[in-house]
Antibody, heavy 123, light 108 residues
Framework: EVQLVQSGAEVKKPGESLKISCKGS????????IGWVRQMPGKGLEWMGI????????RYSPSFQGQVTISADKSISTAYLQWSSLKASDTAMYYC????????????????WGQGTMVTVSS | DIQMTQSPSSLSASVGDRVTITCQAS??????LNWYQQKPGKAPKLLIY???NLETGVPSRFSGSGSGTDFTFTISSLQPEDIATYYC??????????FGPGTKVDIK
């Protein structure tokens, strides 16, 4: 079964660092981009960025560039999203998703999603 | 940046009704448009890709159409299990993605 399993919920204080994970299984992890999506409480979906684990090529949304770091360890089929200094406004659910290349080099869709990781930042 | 608008932001319809949601891009995006369903407390689910292609396993009452800047998502006969928020998503050739603001659908 193809799946993405994310790390568990986190409760942190402002200023702390955090790294959450997304482990892929059931497919060739290095052959698909992995994306991260934020959903703040009661709000819509916001695309944060993507990484290609095969060569670590990474793209960021301008809204999140410099605010987070996306990485991957292909040896353990895991992608990461990290913060160096959390803010209360980082409180949200974070989803990872696999990007399927529908038409070679042309069309794409996020076809497999993780269960989400809830991050709460509060003093 | 390409901006996405969706309308309506919410709707209430009866079981069996035809439901239509529109999504408009601020510039031509060809068919680089996907639709997702998100039920409360759950991760999003891909329903339609390339503007009009039904994802495997998705009921045929869901459909999509359009190209360029104007897109439509339709539920031909609303079912109770379709209560969810629906998002369009576009992307460009640099693989930069944007979600629309979402349309919340519930039962009247």
């Amino acid at each position: 079964e193809v799946q993405l399993v994310q790390s568990g919920a986190e409760v942190k204080k402002p200023g702390e660092s955090l790294k959450i994970s997304c482990k892929g299984s059931g497919y060739s992890f290095t052959s698909y981009w992995i994306g991260w999506v934020r959903q703040m409480p009661g709000k819509g979906l916001e695309w944060m960025g993507i990484i290609y684990p095969g060569d670590s090529d990474t793209r960021y949304s301008p809204s999140f560039q410099g605010q987070v770091t996306i990485s991957a360890d292909k040896s353990i089929s895991t992608a990461y999203l990290q913060w160096s200094s959390l803010k209360a406004s980082d409180t949200a659910m974070y989803y990872c998703a696999r990007l399927r290349e529908v038409r070679l080099g042309e069309t794409y869709a996020f076809d497999i999603w993780g269960q989400g990781t809830m991050v709460t930042v509060s003093s | 940046d390409i901006q996405m608008t969706q309308s309506p932001s919410s709707l209430s319809a009866s079981v069996g009704d035809r439901v239509t949601i529109t999504c408009q891009a601020s510039q031509d995006i060809s068919n680089y448009l996907n639709w997702y369903q998100q039920k409360p407390g759950k991760a999003p689910k891909l329903l339609i890709y390339d503007a009009s292609n039904l994802e495997t396993g998705v009921p045929s009452r869901f459909s999509g159409s359009g190209s360029g800047t104007d897109f439509t998502f339709t539920i031909s006969s609303l079912q109770p299990e379709d209560i969810a928020t629906y998002y369009c998503q576009q992307y460009d050739n640099l693989l930069l993605f944007t979600f629309g603001p979402g349309t919340k659908v519930d039962i009247k």
